[in-house]
């Protein structure tokens, strides 16, 4: 069981991120990803989307995204955040629909891919 006083890897990444310590950012949002934090895999695509500390890697960045949202969606489905987290998401998406290499969104996302 995790310690309740432990940040989150995500909360820890974010603090990295701000410090400007991608490095350390980075190890944390892929252990969120791993752990199927929805937060840690959006910040982990935009990474791979960017440059920041890893090879540039849209296919890579658009996979992300896609498992963010799905991972999102099996969380907020059910609350009332499920718009606000759409509303974010689907343009990071669209932005990355000429990306041929990962099909995965058009799996799961009406309209992109």
Do not use: H
């Not at 907020?76 to 969104?105: G, H, S």
């Amino acid at each position: 069981m995790e310690d309740l006083q432990k940040p989150s890897n995500f909360a820890l990444g974010k603090e990295y991120y701000y410090r400007r310590d991608f490095k350390e950012a980075l190890k944390c949002f892929i252990r969120g990803t791993k752990k199927r934090c929805p937060n840690s895999t959006a910040w982990l695509a935009a990474f791979y989307r960017d440059g920041m500390g890893v090879e540039r890697d849209l296919s890579k960045a658009k996979e992300l995204y896609a498992s963010s949202y799905l991972l999102w969606k099996d969380q907020y489905l059910r609350r009332d955040k499920w718009q606000i987290v759409e509303q974010w998401i689907t343009p990071q998406l669209e932005a990355l629909k000429d990306v041929e290499e990962c099909n995965t969104i058009s799996q799961f996302v009406p309209g992109i891919g």
